[in-house]
């Protein structure tokens, strides 16, 4: 695969474009999965030319449709910051970004909950920064975090987990287009989707197993939103639950008696919450190399992002 492209706030790689000079260095951004990716930074208060250090900024008004106002001398920003991100976004397509994480609690990156003041100076509601409202109009499918719910280690591995999806979703789009190519793209990332939405997998496996009846560029643009609509939506220990007594079926005639039932064992354990989920996948995956198992071989479920990231260690 080649390298993966994440947009991300510039403060959290360290550098000081802070409103006082400062940064927000995050070392598992920067030193883990920093590692895996390549990042695209961008820091929009430095970049539509407020300076650094200079005047804090804050949201004002209405929380549906916030004025970004300087915090002192009440300097209303909000057209040129507007004007600003749109053109960015329009620079940002050439960059083929596979996600953004944003910094959180920002009025220009912050994507929920950042404190919407009124006039008298009293912060009453919350809302998003007004670049991230630009970027998420501009890209509504792109997977999107920030950076405080990513240390939730299930969040993590959801975001994680879609990045890499993304990335080999367009690969894909840029290869030539068939049926059978998304049939096989489809078998795939069964078990993924699986782990994530059961009601998305049987609506995409219809819209696949019918897809001779529409054009091909509808069909992958249909099936484009379900995916990412179903990665959205997060994988709980209850469905990756269901998901491995899936896989356990698979195994009904190439394992013996105490195989099996050493598999259900360690599956029980993790539903308890005994052990993470990289337990029973390991065993999983040493039972597919040994039974020559094509279906789950193929299966990006067993392995969805590099191993070095442990995001299946806590999960
Ligand atoms: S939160 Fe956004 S605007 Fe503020 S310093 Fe970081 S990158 Fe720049």
């Given at each position: 695969m080649a390298a993966i492209t994440l947009g991300i706030s510039?403060?959290?790689?360290?550098?000081?474009?802070?409103?006082?000079?400062?940064h927000k260095l995050d070392r598992f951004l920067t030193d883990t999965l920093g590692q895996f990716v390549q990042y695209c930074p961008v820091c929009p208060e430095a970049e539509c030319g407020?300076?650094?250090?200079r005047e804090p900024l804050r949201l004002v008004g209405d929380p549906h449709a916030p004025q970004l106002v300087?915090?002192?001398?009440?300097?209303?920003s909000t057209g040129r910051m507007l004007r600003w991100a749109s053109r960015r976004v329009r620079e940002l397509?050439?960059?083929?970004?596979?996600g953004f994480i944003f910094k959180g609690?920002?009025?220009?990156?912050?994507?929920?909950g950042v404190k919407v003041y009124n006039e008298q100076g009293v912060p009453k509601a919350s809302g998003a920064g007004l670049f991230v409202r630009v970027f998420m109009d501009h890209f509504p499918l792109l997977p999107v975090e920030d950076e405080g719910r990513l240390h939730d280690p299930s969040l993590r591995e959801n975001f994680i987990e879609s990045v890499f999806t993304m990335k080999r979703w367009r690969e894909f789009l840029g290869r030539k287009r068939s049926r059978g190519a998304l049939v096989q793209f489809h078998s795939a990332h069964k078990l993924l989707i699986l782990s994530h939405s059961p009601g998305h997998l049987r609506r995409m496996g219809r819209l696949v197993a019918q897809?001779?009846?529409?054009?091909i560029n509808a069909l992958y643009q249909e099936y484009q939103q379900l995916l990412m609509e179903a990665l959205r939506l997060k994988a709980t220990p209850a469905k990756h639950y269901n998901c491995l007594q899936h896989i356990a079926g698979y195994f009904k005639k190439q394992l013996s008696l105490a195989e099996r039932q050493e598999l259900l064992e360690v599956i029980d354990h993790y539903r308890e919450g005994?052990?993470?989920?990289?337990v029973p996948l390991t065993l999983i995956n040493h039972f597919v190399r040994l039974a020559d198992e094509p279906y789950l071989q193929q299966q990006y479920y067993l392995h969805p992002h590099p191993l070095e990231l442990r995001l299946r260690n806590h999960a």
């Open positions: 510039t403060c959290l790689l360290g550098e000081r474009v802070r409103w006082n000079g400062g407020f300076g650094v250090p300087t915090a002192r001398t009440r300097l209303d397509e050439g960059e083929e970004l596979s609690a920002s009025p220009s990156c912050g994507m929920k897809g001779s009846a529409m054009p005994h052990v993470p989920l990289i």
